[in-house]
Structure formats: structure tokens, C-alpha cells
């Protein structure tokens, strides 16, 4: 393939509806980063092993650097800036600050989308679990201790506020 | 006078950082817009550990798609002055240039550099660089280095040992020569890489109408680079302004000014067009390393186990060129300074090197040499308790600081003022239930086929350091000890505060807000924080040695106070009131007891701008602003200590840590959510630099570890929950009461690990001394291999 062929893709990313001209050996991380300019999506190692370019394709979490961005052409794709909602931030995200869970935050985006993708899959997660499930995600800062108790704790408000949903219902 | 109240300092503040980084928002610098007509490097480095480059042939990379040019070290050369490091006294001095020109010394120096549309199109022309090597014989080990005979890395000085710093006690080497029992081992330990999750990275601009740099990059001390930067490029430092945005970790890595922003400015200034790049993966893994050592240790004791003298003779391989411009012995030096610990020892010595080698410069990584100093002591003061039959808890006991002796001063000069050494070992031992887990399950296999080890370190970390301090240790005089504070109020009220301190992720804009908050008796809202950019920030030393929240805090400090009187004072002319009984809170000032007595500090910013109704009282000047600097006098020591609980699986050798607690004393803590986030940390990172990390050469100096897949850094399953309590010994140095706490978690967790380790193997092996520790290492231990 010549290195400078271009290929329109089409796909919903944070539920906006995307057509682009995308180079084909765009990595999904760039084309996202660079041609879309959501820059929230960050890259750290490159191959696939450290999980902070991790985002949702149709709802299950894969890393951006290691596939092309013409491989997700109509797919839908979310971004740690489409997790939060629009009277704030999600529980995660919440959780996150209250239990410092963050430190120079590089590494935060990719666990956010893991920890949704984590929730959506199982709803009320013990450590362990967790602390599998996030294995493939690295933080150099936290120790990892602070997000298993924020992921934990965004599980409890999230299953606290859709029980209160279904008593008032 | 009233004493301003508490309500921001020592309480879990939120981080004000934390909503852009959470919400996708922060911009790190691979994230910042480029200007119009970026252009992007990649670098042709040296696949060689010594070479002599017979020939570039760039014709074929120049000639490729999207390339505008292709550079070698004699063009780098060219525009720039070499960097130039001091040798050891009556040696030339020794030169780097910032590219190599006819001889590469290590694999992934440079020697050529593409400029491209892309970075996309760069890498590919990369490929197309020719270069003919004739391949050179490489010293890679300590050992090599200072072999005699053994090849010179840089031909024109007499060895390969460019730093030596020695010091003793007077009468150590006799208290030795008279002492009833000497222990006596060799510590070493692998290279290790800091691992920032985002790597370096810079975007650089030279306006060729002003002659100006504009540097954007990952730095971790902005004037450090802003120096060597202007220095390289002989531009008057005024001229050269280095900003870091977002900075996604560092741990002391980023401290340096390697080689490739000097390059990458001399492009800029070259073609008038801004330059980005952004290391990849892979070349911060093959370049950017610390903690390379051999100590030999001795230790003297009485028949009672008190420590009667320590001596450490070390020696730090730092690669290839010394990073530290003006000192080759930052991880030397703390070698030789950190090796008393918590200890009451009165005589001490040391003998501390560093050496070049065929291998990539090194820079500082958290905990410098201390985590290595920690497991020397402890490991030979266990040692010698088994030899006297004596506990090694007790041993501890014997030797340890307490309140009775201080202040006392070590025998470096540094006073310990206040401490907490046996309470916390005494908290340490009872949380994690010590005597009873040593005495039934310790050394002992268990039904499951693993053996339990149970090990506690007990450390003292030197921090918070000052001028006077640096230049004992024979640091450069650009890295002094000192920091900066530049407060203003303005006109509507709120205040910003410049700090010569950049952050990596250490929570500044949240703690020096606290303070400032507290003096100024503003809501934390309306208290800004801005650092790393030196057209803004006050000179200073920086952040790093845990010196932040001691160095900058004290001049925060010293700002607030003064900006605090001024608004006494000026208040006291609005309420006709004594300046005296004038407390600022809830952004008011106002005299207790008398609610007619209180008026906004709004409104006496706006006095002080002389934009209200009122004027300033006579001989107050306009404006309400301050810089202040503060250099601690001496250092300061935080305390601790960690105890762990572990099982080594004797068919793998796998560990896992089953409880881990730090009983810690920092001070007054300012807020203890980000103290805790820093302990933790640390001890993930020192849990690392035991079980999981280190980086590999093959025998011709080939890095052997440049992925996250072969490097591994702990992850979710490595590290433990993690359970912290504290001891504030409140600091009697600064105003504040503050010690450091960034390096602490490290320097205690190695050492503590490595005790669990041992009484785990205790009954096959009498210590380990080198680190890492990997399941292999220990199945040989338990093979009877080692």
C-alpha cells in the first residue's frame, strides 16, 4: 500500500455522526487525537501494553494505537470526552477526584474508559475483579489502590441512583 | 497578633487539577495546537554500544516524501556549543556534543535527524539514513569500567572515573580497626527507568524577527532547561522561555536537558518554522535510566548491636556523558550522604565514584541512591543481630533516634529536629501483628506451598534540602536550594501565585492554594496557582528531592504573610481599627467581636489599586504583590516504617505481598489525601524496583528491555492494598512545619520487601544483595544456587 492512500470512513464517535479523508496507516489513536482533535485520548507506550489510549468501539474497550483508524469505519466510537454528561461529570469521574485516583492524569483517561467498559459488564464488581479486569491498564502515580476504591465507589452511587430510579418509578 | 485560622491547610482538599485531566480537557504537550508550519523530527540513532561512524549518506532520506531536512552531527554542531561537564581536578574537561560527530557511545545516541511534514513521513525517511559503523570494543559493567587496562570511554581523560567525593568522621577508620565485630557486604543493583507514562516531547519556536526561543516541553525544572537551552544556543537567557504544560510524570527523569531539545531548537532557529517532537516508547526506555550501583558497605558494632561506624565505598555507573551539566555525581552524592538513615551513628565514612560506560546517560530517579543506602543498613544490621543472637527489632531499637537525642546532628551535619522513629516502628510492628506472624509462620512452608516472610525497614529521608546543603553535596550551582513565590491580589480581589516549582502530578495548585487560601483568608476559588513557565515563574531551584512543599511552601509562605500585612494595613485605615486585631477569613477582613468592623478584601484591592472610593493611606504603595524566596537553612527528615507480609510460592517463586503497612511521618501534612496518593505511589514504585523491573543489556550494550512487555512496571495484580498511618512530628526548620514526603514510599519499600524476602528464605540463603529479585532469583535461592 502506498504510504500516502486515503480512505473516507464514516462512524459515530460521542454520538456525533464523523465522515473523514483518513490515511490508511492512520492508527486509530492519531486519526482520533490529531484529525479529530480530541485530544483526551493519550498515547503512552504505542504497542498495545500500557492501556492509556483505551476507548470504546461499539461499547467494548480497545487501545487506539494498535489498530487503524479505517478499521472502525461504521463503528461507534466514545472518548473520555463523551463519558461525561451534561450536568457534570459521570460517577466515575466523580469518584476519581474524590478518592484521588489521579495524579499527573496521563494515564486517566484510559482508565476511565476501562472502568466504564468494567461497570457495564459487571455491574457490581468485587476487588478482585476489578483489579483484573484493569490489569492492562497502567498508572505510574497512584499505586493503583485509589482507583480500585473510586471504580468501587462509582459502582455503589451508580446502583444506589438506579435503585432510587426504580422505587420512585 | 491573630493567628491566621486553618481551614484549607491539613484538610483533604480536592484536587483543583483534577476536573480537565478527568474530563479529557488538560493539555499535555503532544496535545498543544501546532502553529501554522510545524515541522516533525525523528531521529537516526546509534544501533551500537561504540562505534566510529565512517560514513552518513543521507542523500536517499533527503529525497523521500515530505522530508525538508536531513541533519548530522556536524550541522547540530555547527549551530550550537557543546555541553561541557567538569572532570575530576587536573583532567580536561569533558565535552558532549549534541550530536554525535565520529564516534557514537552508546546504543540510541544520535546521529542523524530527519525534519518532515509528518511525523509519519519523518519515521519512514529514518529508514533511508545510511550510516557505516566500524563497530568498537564497549565497557559496559562497573567492573569494566574500572578495570585496569580496560578501554577509555572518552580517550582524553586518564580513566573512565570522572566524579569522586570522600569524606570521614575523624577517627572512623580507627573505630573500625578497634571494633569487636565489622559486617561487611556488596549491594548492587540493575539499572531501572522511571517509566512516566507520557514521554518527553517538546514544541519549539524561534521567532527570527526577536531573536526569541519559545520551548514548550515536557520539563521538570523549566529554568534548569531555560539555562541550558540559552547556554547551548549562546542566546542572553531572557531570550529563551521554556513552558511545560500538563506533564504527565517524571520521578526525576525529566530533569534533565537531553540532548534532542537542544537539536531541536537549533532546527527551529535553522529553518524559522516550529519543530515538534515526541519520544516514543521505545526510546525512553533505551535512554532514560538511574540507579545503577555497587556499594560496598561495612558496619561496625559493639557485642550489644549499637552501630559504632558505617563506611560506603560506591560506585554509580551513569553511561556514557554525565546529564547533569556540572555534576556527574547526583546519584554519587546521595550515596554517600543518605547512609546514616534513622541511625544514631556517630562515625561515618565514604568513598563515593561515578564512572563512564558504553551505556545511555543516566538521570535522577526518585529515592536517588537512598532506597539502596536503606537496604545496605538494614540488611547488615539484621545480619549482625543473627550473629549476636540479639532480635533484629531490638537491634533496631538500640540504634535508633529517640526523643531524647534530638535535635541531633548526623554525622554529615544535617540536624534531625524532630522524630518519631520508635513510635512508628512500635505501630508498625503491633498493626501487622509482627512477633506472633515471626514466631509461627515466618521462614515457614505453608500448607499451600508458599513460604510467609515478614520484614520491616526503618527509614529517614533526607529532603527539603538547601543551598547551603547542595553545595556540600558538590551540586551544580544552578540547582541551589531556594524557591519562589510571585503573589498578587488584583483589582477585583482574587490572587494569583506564580511558583518556581513546576508539577508532574504532585497536586501544586491545589496545596500552595491551601496556604495562600488560609493567609489571605480567601475562599481556595479565589486563589489561583500558575507555574512552569519561566517568562512568569521566579527563579528557583524547582521540584524535585521531595523539596516542594518545603521550599516553595515556605515561600508561598513568606509571600501570603507579607500581602497579609498590607491588607491589615490598609483595612486598619478603612475601620480605623489596630492592624493587630485584624483577621482575614471568609474574604473579609474584620476585627473579632466587633461586627461593625469588617470590610472586603474586594474592596481593599480596590483601595490598594486606588480604583475605589477611598485612597491608600499615606506612604502605602499601589498594587498588592509580593515575591518572596525561601531557603531552608538546612534539610529536613521525614520518618518511617514499613512492614510487609509475603508468600514466595515455592514452585514458582512467584511473591505475592499480603499486607503492607507504612507508618509515616512527614510533618505537618498540608493535605493528606495528596500525602497518602504520594506514599503509595512510592511504595508501587519501590515494590517495582525489587519484583518487576530492570533494565537489560545483552554483552555488546544492547538494551534488551524497550517495551512495557519486557520492562514491566507493577500493575493492578503487583501491588497490594497499601495501609498508611501517621505521625506528625511538626518541623522546627521552616515556618510551615513541613518535611518532604515525594520519595519516601520508594526509599522504604525496597529495603522492606527485601527483609520480607529474606526472612521468607531465611533458611537458604543468609541475605539478598542484589537487586531486582525475580521468581528466578529466588528459585535458586531455594535450588541452593545462589
Known amino acids: ?169 | 497578633m491573630a493567628e491566621p485560622r486553618s481551614i484549607y491547610v491539613g484538610a483533604p482538599v480536592f484536587r483543583r487539577e483534577d476536573s480537565r485531566l478527568l474530563l479529557g480537557r488538560a493539555t499535555f504537550i503532544d496535545d498543544v495546537p501546532e502553529p501554522f508550519g510545524t515541522v516533525f523530527l525523528a531521529f537516526a540513532r546509534s544501533p551500537h554500544a561504540h562505534a566510529r561512524i565512517k560514513s552518513i549518506d543521507t542523500s536517499a532520506a533527503m529525497a523521500a516524501r515530505g522530508v525538508i531536512a536531513v541533519l548530522t552531527g556536524a550541522d547540530i554542531a555547527a549551530g550550537t556549543k557543546p555541553i561541557v561537564s567538569p572532570t575530576l581536578k587536573g583532567e580536561p574537561q569533558l565535552v558532549r556534543q549534541n550530536m554525535a560527530i565520529e564516534e557514537v557511545r552508546h546504543v540510541g545516541e544520535t546521529v542523524a535527524v530527519v525534519v518532515a511534514e509528518n511525523a509519519y513521513l519523518a519515521e519512514d525517511a529514518i529508514e533511508l539514513v545510511e550510516v557505516e559503523y566500524e563497530q568498537l570494543p564497549c565497557v559496559l559493567s562497573i567492573a569494566d569500567a574500572l578495570a585496569p587496562g580496560s578501554a577509555r570511554v572518552h580517550e582524553y581523560l586518564a580513566g573512565n572515573r570522572v566524579f569522586n567525593l570522600k569524606y570521614e568522621v575523624p577517627g572512623t577508620a580507627e573505630v573500625f580497626s578497634r571494633a569487636q565485630h565489622v559486617m561487611s557486604d556488596r549491594f548492587s543493583s540493575e539499572r531501572l527507568s522511571g517509566v512516566a507514562m507520557e514521554t518527553r516531547g517538546f514544541l519549539t519556536s524561534f521567532d527570527r524577527g526577536t531573536n526569541k526561543l519559545r520551548h514548550m516541553s515536557t520539563a521538570q525544572l523549566p529554568h534548569k532547561m531555560r539555562w541550558e537551552l540559552a547556554d547551548a544556543l549562546q542566546l542572553p537567557e531572557m531570550s529563551v522561555q521554556v513552558i511545560a504544560p500538563h506533564v504527565g510524570g517524571s520521578f526525576g527523569m525529566k530533569t534533565v536537558t537531553f540532548p534532542e531539545d537542544v537539536v531541536g531548537a537549533v532546527i527551529s532557529r535553522k529553518l524559522g518554522r516550529p519543530v515538534k517532537w515526541i519520544q516514543d516508547r521505545q526510546e525512553d526506555l533505551a535512554l532514560m535510566h538511574a540507579r545503577e550501583y555497587r556499594f560496598d558497605v561495612e558496619m561496625a558494632f559493639d557485642a550489644d548491636g549499637h552501630i559504632l561506624a558505617v563506611r560506603n565505598t560506591a560506585v554509580v555507573n551513569i553511561g556514557a556523558y554525565p546529564l547533569w551539566i556540572a555534576t556527574a555525581g547526583i546519584e554519587a552524592g546521595g550515596a554517600g550522604h543518605h547512609m546514616m538513615g534513622p541511625y544514631r551513628i556517630k562515625h561515618y565514612a565514604y568513598d563515593v565514584s561515578s564512572v563512564v560506560t558504553h551505556k545511555a546517560p543516566v538521570a535522577s530517579y526518585r529515592g536517588v541512591a537512598s532506597p539502596m543506602c536503606a537496604l545496605s543498613t538494614e540488611t547488615l544490621l539484621e545480619r549482625m543481630a543473627a550473629r549476636l543472637g540479639i532480635d533484629s527489632v531490638e537491634v533496631r531499637r538500640r540504634n535508633l533516634l529517640r526523643p531524647a537525642d534530638l535535635p541531633f546532628v548526623n554525622a554529615v551535619g544535617i540536624p534531625h529536629d524532630t522524630a518519631s522513629h520508635l513510635e512508628c516502628l512500635d505501630k508498625a510492628l503491633a498493626l501487622t501483628d509482627y512477633e506472633q506472624f515471626k514466631r509461627t509462620r515466618s521462614g515457614k512452608l505453608g500448607a499451600d506451598g508458599k513460604y510467609r516472610g515478614i520484614g520491616i525497614a526503618c527509614i529517614a529521608d533526607h529532603n527539603g534540602q538547601g543551598t547551603s546543603i547542595a553545595r556540600s553535596r558538590g551540586q551544580s550551582s544552578r540547582w541551589p536550594g531556594y524557591d519562589g513565590a510571585f503573589i498578587r491580589i488584583e483589582p477585583d480581589g482574587k490572587a494569583v501565585c506564580h511558583v518556581s516549582l513546576a508539577s508532574q502530578g504532585q497536586g501544586h495548585q491545589t496545596v500552595f492554594a491551601q496556604i495562600i487560601a488560609d493567609e489571605l483568608g480567601l475562599p481556595i476559588e479565589d486563589v489561583t496557582i500558575e507555574h512552569s513557565d519561566t517568562a512568569m515563574m521566579p527563579f528557583g531551584t524547582g521540584t524535585a528531592a521531595a523539596r516542594a512543599a518545603v521550599a516553595g511552601g515556605g515561600a508561598v509562605l513568606k509571600a501570603s504573610q507579607r500581602i497579609a500585612a498590607k491588607l491589615r494595613r490598609i483595612a486598619s485605615y478603612l475601620m480605623e481599627a489596630s492592624p493587630d486585631d485584624i483577621v482575614l477569613a471568609n474574604g473579609k477582613a474584620a476585627v473579632p467581636g466587633a461586627p461593625e468592623l469588617s470590610v472586603d478584601i474586594r474592596q481593599i484591592a480596590a483601595t490598594a489599586y486606588v480604583i475605589g472610593p477611598q485612597n491608600l493611606p499615606q506612604g502605602e504603595t499601589i498594587g498588592l504583590e509580593a515575591t518572596e524566596f525561601y531557603d531552608p537553612p538546612t534539610s529536613s527528615y521525614s520518618n518511617a516504617t514499613h512492614a510487609v507480609q509475603l508468600a514466595v510460592d515455592s514452585k514458582t517463586g512467584q511473591v505475592t505481598i499480603e499486607k503492607y503497612v507504612v507508618v509515616h511521618d512527614c510533618g505537618k501534612r498540608l493535605n493528606p489525601l495528596i500525602v497518602d496518593g504520594q506514599i503509595i505511589g512510592g511504595v508501587a514504585q519501590g515494590i517495582g524496583s525489587v519484583l518487576t523491573e530492570a533494565m537489560r543489556f545483552n554483552e555488546e550494550g544492547q538494551p534488551l528491555t524497550t517495551t512495557l512487555l519486557d520492562y514491566t512496571v507493577p500493575t493492578f495484580l503487583d501491588v497490594p492494598r497499601i495501609e498508611v498511618h501517621h505521625i506528625e512530628s511538626v518541623s522546627t526548620i521552616n515556618p510551615g512545619g513541613m518535611k518532604g514526603v515525594g520519595e519516601a514510599g520508594t526509599i522504604g519499600a525496597v529495603p522492606a520487601v527485601v527483609m520480607a524476602l529474606n526472612a521468607a528464605m531465611v533458611q537458604f540463603s543468609s541475605a539478598l544483595t542484589a537487586l531486582p529479585v525475580w521468581p528466578g532469583t529466588l528459585m535458586d535461592v531455594m535450588h541452593g544456587k545462589q
Open chain 1, 1 to 169: 500500500m502506498n504510504s500516502n492512500e486515503t480512505m473516507r470512513i464514516a462512524l459515530t464517535v460521542n454520538g456525533q455522526r464523523v465522515t473523514a479523508e483518513v490515511p490508511a496507516r492512520y492508527l486509530l489513536a492519531d486519526f482520533v487525537r490529531h484529525q479529530l482533535r480530541l485530544t483526551g485520548t493519550h498515547v503512552g507506550c504505542a504497542h498495545g501494553a500500557c492501556g492509556a489510549c483505551t476507548v470504546l468501539l461499539d461499547g467494548r474497550p480497545v487501545r487506539s494505537c494498535t489498530i487503524f483508524a479505517v478499521q472502525v469505519d461504521g463503528s461507534e466510537l466514545q472518548t473520555v470526552e463523551g463519558l461525561c454528561r451534561e450536568d457534570g461529570m459521570s460517577p466515575l469521574q466523580e469518584q476519581f477526584r474524590t478518592n484521588h485516583a489521579l495524579q499527573c492524569g496521563y494515564c486517566t483517561p484510559g482508565m476511565l474508559i476501562s472502568a466504564t467498559a468494567l461497570l457495564s459488564e459487571i455491574p457490581d464488581p468485587s476487588e478482585e475483579q476489578i483489579r483484573r479486569y484493569m490489569a492492562g491498564n497502567l498508572c505510574r502515580c497512584t499505586g493503583y489502590q485509589p482507583i480500585v476504591l473510586a471504580i468501587r465507589a462509582a459502582a455503589d452511587m451508580i446502583n444506589g441512583r438506579s435503585e432510587a430510579r426504580e422505587r420512585s418509578s
